[in-house]
């Protein structure tokens, strides 16, 4: 529906009493507000509405229900599939709503919708605290937080979903709830993992942890050693305590030149000195390009790959998780990558192991609790010109691995046009209650720009 087509009456009422801004075609603001991270998506919403508080986002809903306008949400921004934002529907567009509390007696801290992860650990920093957000700094906390959320603190701490106390919730109906262990406890699981199908979340509170200084960065060797370090990383990764989470990556050089690497980053959360077995066993290996692994505070490490995903660049990614990491496999990615056409595209390996592996499968929405490794085939470019090869080799990559991986995805990773079958892949034994508990709080499907999960049958 064009914004045209909506009773001028209306919208003016609307914009009356919300404290935010309302952002339509014809606004200077326009061009901005409807971008998101990924420079791929180009879709033309009929209106924004910048939403200051809860209040606005509940009248934005209720303006778009009645008025039969479809919705998306956006927190951050970020999400690769780029669902936040819609052709000629309304964005409820939380990324402004940035207030957050730290209590450090209580070891908590309730945080709004619209914040990244940078703000949120500048602000928990302060008192020497942290949970477990995102590798990349600019990410949302919101969309990051409702599909899993995994970064550096995983091992020790859990997923982010398993450090959410209780969120508040704007529900289909226009309701305002908060959701945790003892209140709406169905939403409240599936708020964990189930992405943005059930409600509006407008604000979360997260048990926080002591972190402050730790070991992080990365070590970067010459691509022709790439199959021994990604066999090293390997092996490396089934010696590692819960303190420590490592990634394995074939990456380029940040300098543009297009020299291809290989990588280890990693960061270890004891305070450096405690024992610094894995990072001499890191830096002892082979002959390193770059060593830039060195103690440094937490809020740092989690900033160190933000130049290699500026704001605008186009992405498009196929990740699963990995079933068998053989040797073959390894090789496999060292051959893929070689054909990688954009000097921005990267091999990643996350490896899972410790608490977040300990939570079972049902206490959260989020399902995938066994030690492994995430793959994923990141391409990214500015050059318009190479978007056509750039979709090629992300996908040429993850066929030529599909023997290795299994059929478990990762729900925040999708690809925009992921195929049916990778929902069943990103909830597998919990996609039955998620469709179960989609019936009740959202019957009618007004949440369905995400990953959607279609409510069950009534
Ligand atoms: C460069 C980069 C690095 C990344 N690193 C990590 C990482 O380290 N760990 C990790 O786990 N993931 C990572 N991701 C994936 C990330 O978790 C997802 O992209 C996530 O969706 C981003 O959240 P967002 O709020 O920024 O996104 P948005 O695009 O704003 O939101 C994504 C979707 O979430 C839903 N949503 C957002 N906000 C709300 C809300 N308040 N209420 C209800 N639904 C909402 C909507 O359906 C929306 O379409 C990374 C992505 C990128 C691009």
């Given at each position: 529906m064009a914004l045209g087509s909506l009773p001028s009456e209306a919208l003016e009422d609307l914009r009356g009493r919300f404290a935010g801004n309302l952002v339509g075609?014809?606004?200077?603001a326009y061009e901005e507000e409807r971008k998101?991270?990924?420079?791929?998506i180009d879709r033309r919403p009929a209106l924004v509405a910048v939403c200051r508080g809860t209040a606005d986002v509940v009248d934005a809903l209720a303006f778009a229900r009645e008025h039969g306008l479809p919705i998306s949400v956006r927190g951050g921004g970020h999400n690769v599939a780029g669902r936040a934002v819609l052709d000629d529907g309304l964005v409820i567009d939380l990324?402004?709503?940035?207030g957050i509390h730290v209590d450090p007696e209580g070891r908590v801290a309730r945080a709004e919708a619209g914040l990244t992860w940078k703000e949120f650990n500048r602000e928990t920093q302060l008192f020497g605290l942290a949970t477990t957000g995102g590798v990349v700094s600019s990410t949302g906390i919101a969309g990051l937080t409702l599909g899993g959320g995994l970064g550096y603190l995983m091992g020790k701490y859990g997923l982010a979903v398993d450090n959410l106390v209780s969120a508040e919730v704007v529900l289909a109906d226009g309701r305002v709830v908060t959701a945790d262990e003892e209140n709406e406890p169905d939403l409240f699981w599936g708020l964990r993992g189930g992405g943005g199908n059930f409600g509006i979340v407008t604000s979360f509170e997260y048990r926080l942890h002591p972190v402050s200084t730790v070991t992080g960065g990365l070590m970067a060797h010459p691509i022709d050693d790439a199959g021994e370090l990604l066999r090293f990383y390997r092996d490396l990764c089934e010696t590692l305590p819960d303190e420590v989470v490592a990634f394995g990556a074939l990456v380029h050089a940040p300098d543009g030149s297009g020299t291809k690497l290989g990588a280890i980053a990693l960061c270890d959360l004891r305070p450096p000195g405690t024992d610094d077995t894995v990072v001499e066993t890191v830096r002892g290996f082979g002959s390193p390009v770059v060593d830039a692994l060195q103690p440094m505070p937490y809020e740092t490490v989690n900033t160190l790959m933000d130049p290699a995903y500026p704001k605008g660049a186009s992405n498009y990614w196929k990740t699963s998780m990995v079933s068998e990491l053989s040797d073959q496999a390894l090789d496999t990615l060292v051959e893929c990558f070689s054909e990688?056409?954009?000097?921005m595209d990267a091999i990643l390996l996350e490896h899972f192991h410790g608490e977040v592996s300990r939570v079972p499968v049902d206490a959260t929405a989020y399902p995938h609790r066994k030690d492994g490794f995430n793959f994923g085939a990141v391409s990214e470019w500015l050059d318009p010109k190479l978007s056509d090869r750039c979709v090629a080799w992300a996908r040429g990559t993850y066929s030529a691995m599909e023997s290795y991986l299994s059929p478990e995805r990762y729900v925040n990773y999708l690809e925009d046009d992921a195929p049916p079958e990778a929902l069943t892949g990103a909830y597998g034994p919990n996609l039955d209650r998620l469709r179960a508990v989609k019936a009740i709080y959202d019957p009618e499907n007004v949440f369905r720009s995400n990953q959607n999960i279609e409510p069950a049958p009534a």
């Open positions: 075609p014809a606004d200077p998101v991270h990924n420079g791929a990324s402004r709503m940035k990688a056409p954009s000097p």
